[in-house]
């Protein structure tokens, strides 16, 4: 069974602060994503990473960077947290091939006060 | 530009009775569409996918490339069923980039 874990189911932060959500998926996957859901809105791709070391802005990467160091690890990071940014963060990593899927994780609930 | 759109934000209806959820897309090429569905605190998670042409927990859906549409059905709706519906439509580059729309709520009234 595919696990993708998420280092913080609820976060607070101060506007300004520096933040890091963490990501771990266990099936060697080589793609991972970061969205962040809205309501009304949906989920929009903020970063992904098709490989270490590499990665690909989404549509929404203003005030966001990543990192992927360890093919199993990817973490997102707000350099200067913002109130804008509250929100529901969402990581996935996808297989490929023929099923072709994304696995998400529990999701992070980020407050920025 | 590829695009995924969700009419409804939210859909009522009555247990056993048809449920259909919309979704449009745009999108020049051949699209692989998918439907997600993430319900009360759970992680989102794939129901299906439109080159399978599976049925999932009763639910079908079908790709009309005239009507540029896959709504999401099923002809007699449960309780558990309530949920958030996403459609989404997978990019042309090998990296699995999916295009969400904006979500659907369905809610299954007793």
């Known amino acids: 069974d595919v696990k993708v874990t998420q280092s913080s189911r609820y976060l607070v932060k101060r506007t300004g602060e520096k933040v890091f959500l963490e990501c771990v998926q266990d099936?060697?996957?080589?793609?991972m994503f970061w969205y962040r859901q809205d309501p009304g809105l949906g989920l929009r791709l903020i970063y992904f990473?098709?490989?270490?070391?590499?990665?690909e802005k989404g549509d929404i990467p203003e005030g966001y960077s990543v990192s992927r160091e360890k093919k199993e690890r990817f973490s997102l990071i707000l350099e200067s947290a913002s109130t804008n940014q509250t929100s529901m963060y969402l990581c996935?990593?996808?297989?490929?091939?023929?099923?072709?899927?994304?696995?998400f994780g529990p999701g992070t609930r980020l407050t920025v006060l | 530009a590829q695009r995924v759109t969700q009419p409804e934000k939210l859909l009522s209806v009555f247990k056993g009775a048809p449920v259909e959820l919309k979704c449009n897309y745009s999108?020049?090429?051949?699209?692989?569409l998918f439907w997600y569905v993430q319900y009360s605190r759970q992680r989102l998670q794939l129901l299906l996918r439109?080159?399978s042409r599976e049925s999932i927990k009763g639910f079908t859906a079908d790709l009309n490339k005239g009507e540029t549409s896959f709504h999401l059905k099923k002809p007699f709706a449960q309780e558990e069923d309530s949920a958030m519906y996403y459609c989404?439509?997978?990019?042309?580059?090998?990296?699995?980039?999916?295009?969400f729309g904006q979500g659907t709520t369905l809610q299954v009234k007793p």
């Open positions: 996935a990593s996808r297989t490929s091939g023929e099923t072709d899927t994304q696995y």
């Open positions: 099936m060697d996957h080589e793609n």
């Open positions: 990473s098709y490989d270490v070391k590499m990665k």
């Open positions: 999108y020049s090429g051949s699209p692989e």
């Open positions: 439109h080159i």
């Open positions: 989404a439509l997978r990019g042309v580059s090998n990296t699995g980039k999916l295009i």
